[in-house]
């Protein structure tokens, strides 16, 4: 009984290796086209860094999104700081991306300053 509920496991962690090289190797294929490309892909390589909590990296790209003008990284950049992912905890960084995000019309950057604790 014991084989067999090893087995089950032996098998469900190699799938789960296998998504995470396949995501692994998506994501280093984005990161060469986007290490200085639109900033949309900057914001596409963050998300997948992000999804396979490689969150310095993530926080890097959206950071090089943001700063390029993409609300969506500033946004993400925003609940970085607010969770302290890939960053120092910092409610003020939080906010400010939230403010620049939200003037751009963001409503998930809306929504989290609506929510955002007061100082």
């Not at 991306?97 to 100082?119: D, H, T, Y």
Request: glycine share 6%.
């Amino acid at each position: 009984m014991s084989e067999t509920r090893n087995a089950k496991l032996s098998e469900a962690t190699k799938s789960e290796v296998k998504e995470q090289k396949e995501a692994i190797i998506k994501a280093s294929t984005l990161y060469d086209k986007a290490h200085n490309g639109p900033s949309g892909t900057q914001f596409e390589v963050g998300v997948k860094f992000y999804n396979i909590k490689s969150e310095k990296l993530a926080f890097d790209f959206f950071k090089k999104a943001a700063k390029r003008g993409n609300a969506k990284s500033m946004n993400r950049l925003g609940e970085m700081y607010f969770h302290g992912k890939g960053c120092i905890r910092s409610l003020s960084r939080a906010k400010s991306w939230w403010e620049r995000s939200a003037e751009l019309g963001n409503q998930k950057a809306q929504n989290n300053l609506k929510s955002m604790p007061i100082e």
